[in-house]
């Protein structure tokens, strides 16, 4: 009786220095997950600069491009030479290639170069549109190596999905560095409004009760994961995603959840996810909703009644 097939990670190979970077960091995660590694080839998008280019268009499949391939396949033998790795060649849009090979997959990787100072392209665009279409996890990255430093988990704490929560226990605990739990409020909770002048607020109120909202949503999470120390961080910043991307600096990945709406407008990703895909200094997961459950929810899988979990309360921060 054959075994079931275990899912991969999946990574464009597209010849670009982001693409190998991307296909390292597919390495460092089918290794880190336990999961054979699966490489799609494509073409440089011709015009376009090989640094610049990423998750481009489909183009014709050359010699050179078979040579950049088996070099960076080479390399990734190499650091890893008991990897599981696979291939095959896109024979059309790489982007509708990766969306209807996720539906199979543990994980997409995709190489993304900053839109600085280069304007936007074919690059982000794809980028957004496999990361809101994907039925895995996407990561992002265009850092040249694998990303040093804790898990930054964004949190929102009008709708937590458990499966991006997971997501970011799992990755700290399996890299075997702290997780940071940061929630971001552009505007005060109602409970920190002053009820006699409604222009006014309390600042400190703002703060600690936007860390309990905080610490509800992580409540249980941490009984699972007893070695993994988990910090909170609320912050004050009127602009959500340069607040984000400021936090990234240090990080070693952001995780980050999508909103399902139904319909149509669920294949759309917010500004603040938008945002880190575009100019994150660190690798970005975009986590989507689980299709075999309410995708989203006030308490993650790890809520259980009042328990709370067990963290160390980073200094909450303003601006």
């Known amino acids: 009786m054959s075994r079931p097939k275990v899912a991969p990670v999946i990574a464009v190979v597209d010849g670009s220095g982001a693409g190998v970077a991307a296909a390292r960091l597919a390495a460092f995660e089918a290794v880190l997950h336990n999961r ?57 849009d790489i982007a509708d290639v990766l969306i209807e090979e996720s539906h199979q997959a543990h994980l997409v990787v995709l190489p993304c170069q900053s839109p600085r100072p280069h ?28 990303a040093k430093g804790p898990v930054l988990l964004g949190v929102d704490t009008t709708v937590a999905a458990a499966e991006t929560i997971a997501y970011a226990f799992t990755e700290a605990s399996l890299r075997d560095v702290e997780l940071h739990a940061v929630h971001v409020w552009p505007a005060p909770p109602r409970a920190a409004i002053s009820i006699v002048n409604l222009f006014a607020c309390d600042v400190t109120a703002a703060a ?18 007893p070695d993994l120390t988990v910090r909170r961080h609320v912050v004050h910043d009127p602009n959500v995603e340069h607040a984000m991307i400021r936090l990234s600096t240090d990080a070693g990945l952001i995780v980050v959840g999508t909103r399902d709406h139904g319909g149509l407008s669920r294949l759309l990703l917010g500004p603040v996810t938008r945002a880190l895909i575009a100019e994150a200094h660190c690798p970005v997961a975009v986590v989507p909703p689980s299709r075999d459950s309410p995708a989203t929810r006030r308490y993650g899988a790890g809520h259980s009644g009042s328990q709370r979990a067990t963290v160390d309360v980073g200094q909450p921060a303003r601006g």
């Open 36 to 92: 054979p590694l699966q490489l799609v080839c494509t073409g440089l998008c011709r015009g376009v600069a090989a640094e610049t280019a990423c998750v481009p268009p489909c183009a014709p499949w050359t010699p050179a491009d078979a040579a950049r391939h088996a070099e960076a396949a080479d390399r990734i033998r190499a650091t890893y030479p008991d990897l599981v790795i696979e291939s095959h060649v896109a024979s059309r």
């Open 119 to 146: 304007p936007p392209s074919r690059v982000r665009q794809a980028a957004a549109q496999i990361a809101a279409h994907a039925a895995c996890p996407v990561m992002v990255t265009a850092a040249p190596s694998v």
């Open 208 to 225: 600690a009760e936007a860390d309990r909202l905080l610490c509800e949503i992580l409540a249980g999470w941490a009984t699972g994961y």
